[in-house]
């Protein structure tokens, strides 16, 4: 299979606690993003990689998160000292370059909940 | 602020019914408009998408009506199945600087019965 890969798919924490997500993308895809989901709401953008470089922060994202793509391919979205707040399912996406860089494909995505 | 206002929030149609979901933005700089699918448990996926250049597409069994001086969109499913029941998200893209991040409605539960 070679969609979007994301881990875990589910994770439980305490408020207070630090978690990090991994999101692997479509290997030949050079943009990717990070999304938040809450219950009833359609995905909210936080951030996008061009590359290994970021261009983009959401205001949505406190200083309490930060993105990384180190090498251009894998991605992960670690958040500090999480808050109730933060719990949501978080989306990975990745798309081409070129005429396809509309077409995202999205991961299953990373599930938090914070106690 | 509500950028792509989506409704209905749910709807239940008879198998074969043709439901509609529509959308609304103000943003005139939005120049791309993507529908996406969602099952429990999975990501949104593409469906169908459309420039603001036409006012129609359709794609098997999937439409998209655009009204760009409305700026309305509508996802019309023909001869609908219980398999397309889903959550769909309109979405819309900024064609200025930020033209990579997607703006989503809020999302329309549809059920296809038996």
């Known amino acids: 299979d070679t969609g979007v890969s994301q881990d875990p798919r589910h994770k439980i924490t305490k408020r207070g606690q630090n978690v990090t997500f991994r999101c692997d993308p479509i290997?030949?895809?050079?943009?990717l993003y990070w999304y938040r989901q809450t219950l009833g709401q359609g995905p909210e953008f936080l951030t996008y990689?061009?590359?290994?470089?970021?261009?983009?922060k959401s205001r949505l994202l406190s200083d309490r998160f930060s993105a990384e793509r180190p090498k251009g391919s894998f991605s992960t979205l670690e958040i500090q000292r999480t808050e109730q707040g933060d719990s949501a399912m978080y989306l990975c996406?990745?798309?081409?370059?070129?005429?396809?860089?509309?077409?995202?494909?999205f991961g299953a995505g990373s599930r938090l909940t914070v106690l | 602020q509500q950028q792509v206002k989506q409704s209905p929030q749910s709807l239940i149609v008879q198998k074969g019914g043709i439901p509609i979901i529509n959308c609304a933005y103000e943003?005139?700089?939005?120049?791309?408009f993507p529908w996406y699918q969602q099952f429990p448990g999975k990501g949104p996926a593409l469906l169908i998408a459309?420039?603001?250049?036409?006012s129609e597409k359709k794609e098997g069994r999937f439409t998209i009506s655009f009204n760009k001086s409305a700026k309305q969109f509508s996802l019309h499913i023909m001869d609908s199945q219980p398999g397309d029941s889903a959550t769909y998200f309109c979405?819309?893209?900024?064609?200025?600087?930020?033209?990579?991040?997607?703006?989503f409605g809020k999302g329309t539960l549809l059920t296809v019965n038996p």
């Open positions: 996406a990745s798309s081409p370059r070129g005429s396809g860089a509309n077409v995202l494909t």
């Open positions: 290997s030949e895809h050079n943009r």
């Open positions: 990689f061009q590359n290994e470089a970021q261009l983009e």
């Open positions: 943003n005139t700089a939005f120049d791309y």
């Open positions: 459309i420039r603001p250049d036409v």
């Open positions: 979405a819309a893209r900024n064609g200025g600087g930020s033209n990579y991040k997607l703006t």
